[in-house]
C-alpha cells in the first residue's frame, strides 16, 4: 500500500516530499483547513489552482493531484475540460481530482480524450453533503454496495486513471479493487486499497475534530502552540536571541550585519 497526503503550500509539500510520499492531493479540504469554512464547497476554482502550482513547485518529484472544486465541472462537458485543463497548464498538477459517480462518465472520457489525466473519488462524497444530510458511511447494505462499486468501474471504464474511495467499509472497497482495472485509494477505507490518504493536519494533530480513521500521529498542534508561547515569553522580557552590529569603517554608509 502506498501513502498518499493532503498538501495545501509549497514549505509543507517539500517535506513531506522528502518523507518519501509518492502522491499528494491538494485537496478542496483546504477550504476548512487553510480558509477556515465549515464545508468543502467554498474552496474557489482559481484558488485551488494557485495552490496546486505552489505544491508542485515544493514537491516537484512528487505525483500532485488538484482537486476540482464544487461546480467547476457541473455545467457543460466544456467548460469542465477547460477547468481540469487550467490544473495542468496553470497549476503544473499531474491529475485532477473528481467527485462523481456513474452519470459523470462522459466527463471523464472528454477530459480523457483530451489528455488529462483524472481521478474519480467515489463512495463518500464532501461535497454532497448538503444534499446527504452530512458525511455518511457507504457501503454497509448490499445495495449501497452495488452503487459504489457501479459507479467505480463506469468511471475506470470512462478513462479514470485511479479511483479514491471514502468512508467505505472494507468489503465495499475489496469489491471496487477486484472490479476496476486501476489503482484505488482508500480514505477511511479499509487496507484492500492500494493506497490510503488523509488529511496531513489530522496525522500531525492539528486539528480539533480527528478523524477516526486518521488519528493523530503527533501533537505539532500542541508543540508549536508552546513554541510560540516560549518565544513570547522572550520577546516580552526583551531577550532577543540576536542584534545587528554597525560596522567600525563606516557606521553611516556601510550596512549592518
Known amino acids: 500500500m502506498f501513502p498518499c497526503l493532503t498538501a495545501y503550500d509549497a514549505t509543507m509539500a517539500r517535506w513531506l516530499e522528502r518523507a518519501g510520499v509518492p502522491v499528494l492531493l491538494v ?3 483546504a477550504a476548512e483547513v487553510v480558509l477556515g469554512h465549515s464545508r468543502t464547497i467554498h474552496a474557489p476554482l482559481d ?3 494557485q495552490l ?3 505544491v508542485k513547485r515544493g514537491a516537484p518529484n512528487t505525483f500532485v493531484m488538484g482537486d476540482m472544486p464544487f461546480l467547476s465541472y457541473h455545467g457543460t462537458v466544456e467548460d469542465a475540460v477547460l477547468n481540469a485543463g487550467r490544473f495542468l497548464t496553470e ?6 481530482k473528481l467527485e462523481a459517480d456513474a452519470s459523470f462518465a462522459p466527463v471523464f472520457d472528454a477530459m480523457s480524450r483530451a489528455g488529462i489525466p483524472v481521478v474519480g ?24 454496495v452495488r452503487r459504489v462499486v457501479d459507479d467505480a468501474i463506469a468511471l475506470a471504464e470512462a478513462g479514470a486513471v485511479m ?3 471514502e468512508a467505505s467499509t472494507p468489503e465495499t472497497a475489496e469489491t471496487v479493487v477486484e472490479s476496476v482495472g486501476v489503482p484505488v485509494i482508500g ?14 493536519h489530522d496525522i500531525l494533530g492539528l486539528t480539533d475534530d480527528q478523524p477516526s480513521f486518521a488519528p493523530a500521529e503527533s501533537r505539532l498542534g500542541e508543540i508549536a502552540q508552546t513554541t510560540v508561547e516560549q518565544w513570547c515569553d522572550q520577546v516580552r522580557r526583551r531577550a532577543l536571541p540576536h542584534t545587528y552590529r554597525m560596522r567600525q569603517n563606516d557606521p553611516i554608509r556601510q550596512p549592518y550585519e
Open 121 to 144: 473519488h467515489v463512495g463518500c462524497r464532501p461535497q454532497h453533503m448538503h444534499r446527504d444530510g452530512g458525511a455518511r458511511v457507504v457501503g454497509r447494505t448490499d445495495p449501497s
Open 27 to 29: 485537496g478542496d479540504s
Open 91 to 96: 497549476g503544473t498538477a499531474d491529475a485532477v
Open 187 to 200: 480514505c477511511g477505507a479499509g487496507p484492500a486499497c492500494h493506497g490510503q490518504i488523509v488529511v496531513t
Open 47 to 49: 484558488f485551488l489552482i
Open 52 to 54: 496546486t502550482a505552489a
Open 163 to 165: 479511483i479514491l474511495i
